[in-house]
C-alpha cells in the first residue's frame, strides 16, 4: 500500500509459497539428476566391463595349451590337478547334465561356487632372454564361477598365479582377476571334427547395472526368475529396475593341440598340430 514500509501478511504468505514450490522443483530435479547420474555410471562401468571380460577370455582361454573336448565318462568334472597336463572345460550345467555346454542362467542351477575350467596356457612372450623367451613354458590356470544371489552379483575369477603341480585356491579369490556384476554365464564349446580336442568356445554373458530412484530395489538374480517371482529375487517384494547387457563373444583357442607329433591326421600329416596347423602364438606382451 501506499506509504506503508514493509510487507502485509497476505504478501508475506504468497512470496512463502512461491518459495516452497520452487525449493519443491529444485529438490524433484536434483534427486532426479543424483538418480540418473549413477544409473549413467553404473552403465557406463558395466558396459566398460563387457569389453574387459571379452580381453580377458581372448588373451586367457587364447592361449591354451591342450584342452580335450569331452572326458571319458562323459559328463566333464573340472578337477584341482590336470592328470597328463590334459585341461578340462565343464559342459554340464551346474546341476543336470541335459547339456553339452557349461550354463547358468537361472537360480536352480547354482550348486554354490564352481571350478568351470582347468589348463596350461603359455605364459611366454618370444622376447627376452633364453629363460623367459622359450615357447611352451606353461602356466597353470584355473577359472572359476560364483552364481549370484539376489543381494551379490555373479563373479568369475581367473586363477593365474597357481605354480605348475600346484592345487588351485580352494574357493575363488578377489586376489585373482575377475569379473563382476554377472547375472548369467555360458560357455559352449566346439569340438575339431576328427580329434577329441576343443577348437574354440563361445562365452554369453549377461552383465546387470540397476535404474537407481524411487522406490525400486535391486537383485542380481537371473532375468527368468525376477520375472517369475522366484522366493528371494525381490528383496522387500520391491520391483527391481535393472538393465541387463548381453555379450556373446567366440574365443578362438589357437594354441590349442589337435595332435602330437608322429600321429598321423586325416590329411597325413604326422607333424604336431594345433588349431591353426603348424601356427603357435606366444603370450602377448604389454606394456
Not at 549413467?40 to 580335450?68: K, M, P
Not at 547339456?99 to 612372450?125: C, H, K, L, P
Not at 535393472?242 to 602330437?260: A, C, H, T
Amino acid at each position: 500500500m501506499r506509504g506503508q514500509k514493509g510487507f502485509t501478511l497476505i504478501e508475506v504468505l504468497i512470496a512463502t509459497g512461491i518459495f516452497a514450490v520452487q525449493i519443491l522443483a529444485v529438490s524433484v530435479i536434483a534427486s532426479w539428476a543424483v538418480s540418473r547420474f549413477y544409473s549413467v555410471r553404473d552403465r557406463i562401468i558395466t558396459e566398460t566391463l563387457g569389453y574387459q571380460a571379452e580381453v580377458a577370455f581372448q588373451s586367457v582361454f587364447g592361449q591354451a595349451q591342450n584342452i580335450r573336448f569331452r572326458g571319458a565318462a562323459g559328463n566333464e568334472i573340472v578337477l584341482p590337478v590336470m592328470p597328463n597336463n590334459v585341461g578340462r572345460i565343464m559342459h554340464t550345467n551346474l546341476v543336470t547334465a541335459s547339456s553339452a555346454n557349461f550354463m547358468f542362467d537361472q537360480m536352480a542351477d547354482a550348486v554354490g561356487w564352481q571350478r568351470i575350467a582347468a589348463f596350461y596356457r603359455e605364459s611366454a612372450t618370444g622376447q627376452g632372454t633364453a629363460s623367459t623367451a622359450v615357447a611352451g613354458r606353461p602356466s597353470a590356470t584355473f577359472v572359476s564361477y560364483m552364481p549370484p544371489t539376489a543381494n551379490t552379483s555373479g563373479v568369475i575369477f581367473f586363477d593365474m598365479a597357481t605354480p605348475v603341480g600346484a592345487n588351485p585356491n580352494s574357493s575363488p579369490s578377489y586376489q585373482d582377476l575377475f569379473i563382476d556384476r554377472v547375472s548369467a554365464f555360458g560357455i559352449a564349446k566346439t569340438k575339431h571334427p576328427t580329434h577329441d580336442q576343443v577348437v574354440s568356445i563361445e562365452v554369453f554373458l549377461r552383465l546387470r547395472y540397476h535404474e537407481f530412484g524411487g522406490s525400486s530395489g535391486t537383485s542380481w538374480c537371473p532375468a527368468v526368475d525376477i520375472q517369475n517371482n522366484v522366493a528371494g529375487c525381490l528383496p522387500g517384494g520391491r520391483p527391481v529396475l535393472y538393465r541387463d547387457i548381453e555379450k556373446r563373444f567366440v574365443v578362438p583357442l589357437r594354441n590349442n593341440l589337435m595332435k602330437i607329433e608322429g600321429v598321423l591326421a586325416s590329411s597325413g600329416v604326422s607333424a604336431e598340430e594345433r588349431t591353426l596347423g603348424n601356427l603357435y602364438f606366444f603370450r602377448p606382451r604389454t606394456p
